[in-house]
């Protein structure tokens, strides 16, 4: 049994991940597990956990993705960029484009600009109730209300494989974000929960976005909720194909193709590497 467990530390615009291979991991990453080492003071502290390279079937890796809650992702946007970067850091890829499988399906992959930035096809944004899911009947769920605090809001719902719930509003706060996102994340609209986006349109090639994520909470970027927002502002004919998502922490480019097929390009920047004690389950 190792002592320790390696890991690699990265954050894409503040949204921080621990990369852990699974040549490093003696033990299963159960929930509790999960929840300790991402645990700001009792952990090593982060917005989840990236476990890979792992086989897969239909693609050269496989990566599982983890909430600080201990729940599986089916995708991370800025947590595929932060892997892409693991690998060529790690000379597992150089510069060539190649396949990651997830739960939320299969992407593309490249790393550019000496692994500073990354490019990811993320796959095909749908607004399919069933797809999602959101409850009620088969439908594109746009503009439909949902009450959370007494407050209505209007709202889109769109997946990239993971669930996302889009409300436009003209100005947008962390404090909307922290006082409706919790209730909305656990919406009975949204069988599997969901993530939460709070969208002003500045113009049709900009949108600014406050995130509540499932499993997570707040946090300062998130580049499927980047995907789903964008994608929910060009359907809506707000905005044009190539979008600039401008959050707390940074900004993601976002270009939609004809079926919405959404490719994301990001920074990716490294924390540190380091040996992570098993004494941290023992408290
Ligand atoms: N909390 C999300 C996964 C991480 C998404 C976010 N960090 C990103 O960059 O896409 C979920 O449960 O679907």
Redesign the pocket.
């Known amino acids: 049994m190792f002592a320790q467990v390696k890991y690699s530390k990265y954050h894409?615009l503040g949204?921080d991940?621990l990369v852990i291979s699974p040549e490093n991991l003696a033990f299963e990453l159960t929930p509790e597990k999960i929840q300790r080492i991402c645990h700001r003071n009792f952990g090593i502290g982060s917005?989840?956990i990236l476990f890979g390279p792992l086989p897969a079937k239909n693609a050269k890796f496989g990566l599982r993705?983890f909430?600080p809650d201990g729940?599986e992702?089916?995708?991370?946007?800025?947590?595929?960029?932060i892997f892409c970067r693991y690998l060529w850091d790690n000379q597992i890829v150089q510069e060539e484009e190649f396949e990651i499988d997830t739960l939320g399906g299969r992407v593309q992959g490249r790393v550019t600009e000496s692994g500073r930035s990354v490019r990811v096809e993320m796959g095909r944004v749908s607004f399919q109730s069933e797809k999602i899911p959101v409850t009620g009947d088969s439908r594109e769920v746009l503009q439909e209300s949902i009450t959370v605090a007494d407050q209505i809001f209007s709202f889109c719902a769109a997946t990239i494989g993971?669930?996302?719930c889009v409300i436009q509003l003209p100005e947008v706060t962390p404090e909307i974000a922290k006082q409706y996102g919790s209730l909305l994340e656990i919406h009975p609209y949204f069988p599997n929960?969901t993530?939460v986006q709070f969208m002003k349109v500045k113009d049709r090639q900009n949108i600014q976005i406050e995130?509540w994520?499932?499993?997570?909470g707040y946090?300062l970027?998130?580049?499927?909720?980047?995907?789903a927002a964008a994608a929910v502002a060009h359907k809506l004919n707000l905005c044009d194909s190539e979008i600039t998502v401008h959050m707390p922490g940074g900004q993601i480019a976002i270009a939609i193709s004809d079926d919405f097929t959404v490719t994301m390009t990001g920074s990716v920047t490294k924390v540190a590497e380091g040996l992570m004690s098993l004494e941290v389950f023992e408290y």
């Not at 994520?213 to 997570?216: I, M, N, P």
């Not at 970027?221 to 995907?227: H, R, V, Y």
């Open positions: 894409a949204n991940y917005d989840g993705i909430n729940s992702a089916e995708k991370s946007g800025n947590g595929l960029r993971n669930p996302h929960r993530n995130i994520e499932r499993g997570a946090t970027a998130s580049g499927s909720s980047s995907s």
